[in-house]
């Protein structure tokens, strides 16, 4: 399967007319069983999306000793509880979106001595349920978090509605990034990431479709 995967991949990147070197898979392990996180490494997976720390630290904390090129994204929401185990196990945040995540993960980052690259999260949608920021406070917000926090933001995520056309969403998330002056753009699932390679993705995140589904939680 994981062949299939990287043949539309690169299928999307040549009809995007990109390299499908600069577009980097996650390969989202979240609610996994462990043989199929087996299979994902012997058939040389390294770079992991999980949802929740608590989970991650289960499944990767005695792996990194084993893969040293193991790299770990945080896509799901950070609750500012976790955000020491977190900068402590991961690469890359995904989901920065509120001012305090933001304040205790940069005072996190500097009392571990690490550097995480983090993405800010976007509501496209404008959903009330739904984590991310609003997209007319995305300026200042971007601002508090390099200025006034330090981090090293490298680009947008967003998460479309899941009853709209993803294309709207990736076509405004790349908009605001050409704003805010952001090179990654973090969309793109199963579902639609050959939408989202089109539309300028730099990180797809994608589970299913490697994996098969999700165990029932």
Not at 57 to 71: E, G, I, S, V
Not at 106 to 116: C, G, T, V
């Amino acid at each position: 399967m994981s062949a299939n995967i990287f043949q539309a991949m690169n299928k999307a990147a040549r009809d995007a007319d990109r390299n499908s070197q600069d577009i980097e898979l996650i390969a989202v392990s979240k609610q996994q069983p462990e043989d199929k996180i087996e299979t994902a490494l012997s058939d040389g997976f390294r770079i992991f999306g999980e949802n929740r720390v608590q989970e991650a630290q289960t499944r990767w904390a005695n792996r990194r000793a084993l893969f040293p090129d193991l790299r770990l994204h945080l896509i799901g929401p950070l609750q500012s509880n976790k955000a020491a185990d977190a900068v402590a196990l991961f690469d890359v945040i995904h989901t920065v979106d509120r001012e305090k995540i933001a304040k205790t993960l940069s005072l996190e980052m500097a009392r571990q001595n690490k550097q995480l690259d983090c993405f800010i999260q976007v509501n496209t949608g404008e959903e009330p349920q739904k984590a991310g920021i609003h997209p007319k406070d995305l300026p200042a917000f971007t601002n508090y978090c390099r200025s006034e926090q330090g981090l090293s933001i490298i680009g947008l995520m967003c998460i479309p509605p899941i009853d709209e056309n993803p294309a709207i969403h990736f076509g405004f998330l790349k908009h605001l990034a050409g704003q805010a002056g952001l090179k990654g753009l973090s969309m793109g699932m199963s579902a639609d990431f050959e939408t989202a390679i089109a539309f300028g993705a730099t990180h797809i995140r994608v589970g299913s479709a490697i994996f098969g589904d999700r165990l029932a939680r």
